[in-house]
């Protein structure tokens, strides 16, 4: 059974910073090492949408134009960790954020290529 637990979140205000972490707890079918990661975002009232992604590697990595230039996501393989460091932030970056693995080793912004997630760590963001 995969598990993944997210920490890191809390509340800012507008301009500054936080990092998420995601801790995962694999299996010998499924390694960290060889699974998609990626984070998402939910907004009151909103769906869940794409936030960040990154191959099995951390050689290749991906963002909503909503974050580009602001979110860095990486990987810790010998960890088995996630990172999501937040700069910047604004308050429309509020939400509960989630990390997700997925069977694949590349890259994938889609939600149904993850199979895997946290329960979320809220992240608020006031001016």
């Known amino acids: 059974q995969v598990q993944l637990v997210e920490s890191g979140g809390g509340s800012v205000q507008a301009g500054g910073s936080l990092r998420l972490s995601c801790t995962v707890s694999t299996t010998s079918e499924r390694p960290f090492s060889t699974s998609r990661m990626g984070w998402f975002r939910q907004a009151p009232g909103k769906e869940r949408e794409f936030v960040a992604a990154i191959n099995w590697s951390g050689s290749s990595t991906y963002y909503a134009d909503s974050v580009k230039g602001r979110f860095t996501i990486s990987r810790d393989n010998a960890k088995n960790t996630l990172y999501l460091q937040m700069n910047t932030l604004k308050p429309e970056d509020t939400a509960v954020y989630y990390c997700?693995?997925?069977?694949?080793?590349?890259?994938?912004?889609?939600?149904?290529?993850?199979?895997?997630w946290g329960q979320g760590t809220q992240v608020t963001v006031s001016l």
């Open positions: 997700a693995a997925g069977g694949g080793a590349g890259i994938s912004n889609y939600m149904e290529t993850y199979d895997y």
